[in-house]
T-cell receptor, first 113, second 113 residues
């Protein structure tokens, strides 16, 4: 079974550039989560979608961050403009419904120079 | 405010030994407590989970012990193996929050051969 698929796996870009991270949830899952992982702050929930609708984006750090889910099989997390402090591993996770276990992708390691 | 406190930060155990990781929470509304295992370069994967209506749950070599009155729960890995070397995260969620997970800070476990 295909799990949660994230792309790219690694992204290195210069400060000020736009960065777009992509996620394909597990087919049939209707809840999608974006997390950020850093050594200092651990795993932080950024935003959560249910049935393609953003439910809680209180974890999004700044207006530079935005997320969309145009359909049930695709989501993006965009950072514009990017800053060095955005460097982290970004994970996408999905679950079959609210309350069910979350399945994580392998993440995108983002480095902003 | 960190709602789930995890200790120790790192743990070294001999092969065959018992690994114990502890977590404490503050929010009494939490009613679901999963543990995730993460290998380098991979996303967290659900290992085992417990609800507060039981004090212990065992799956193979992995056991969760739960103390509701003390607001603490722990992961015990019996007969630890080098393949168990990974980072372990405890987490908690409450029904009213659409099951958003609050993660502990993680424990890096090393099992020596």
């Amino acid at each position: 079974d295909a799990g949660v698929i994230q792309s790219p796996r690694h992204e290195v870009t210069e400060m000020g550039q736009e960065v777009t991270l992509r996620c394909k949830p597990i087919s049939g899952h209707n809840s999608l989560f974006w997390y950020r992982q850093t050594m200092m702050r651990g795993l932080e929930l950024l935003i959560y979608f249910n049935n393609n609708v953003p439910i809680d984006d209180s974890g999004m750090p700044e207006d530079r961050f935005s997320a969309k889910m145009p359909n049930a099989s695709f989501s993006t997390l965009k950072i514009q403009p990017s800053e060095p402090r955005d460097s982290a591993v970004y994970f996408c996770a999905s679950s079959s419904q609210v309350g069910q276990p979350q399945h994580f992708g392998d993440g995108t390691r983002l480095s902003i120079l | 405010q960190q709602q789930v406190k995890q200790s120790p930060q790192s743990l070294i155990v001999q092969k065959g030994g018992i690994s114990i990781i502890n977590c404490a929470y503050e929010n009494t509304a939490f009613d679901y407590f999963p543990w995730y295992q993460q290998f380098p370069g991979k996303g967290p994967a659900l290992l085992i989970a417990i609800r507060p209506d039981v004090s212990e749950k065992k799956e193979g070599r992995f056991t969760i012990s739960f103390n509701k009155s003390a607001k603490q729960f722990s992961l015990h890995i019996m007969d630890s193996q080098p393949g168990d070397s990974a980072t372990y995260f405890c987490a908690a969620s409450e029904e009213g929050s659409a099951r958003q997970l609050t993660f502990g800070s993680g424990t890096q476990l090393t099992v020596l051969p």
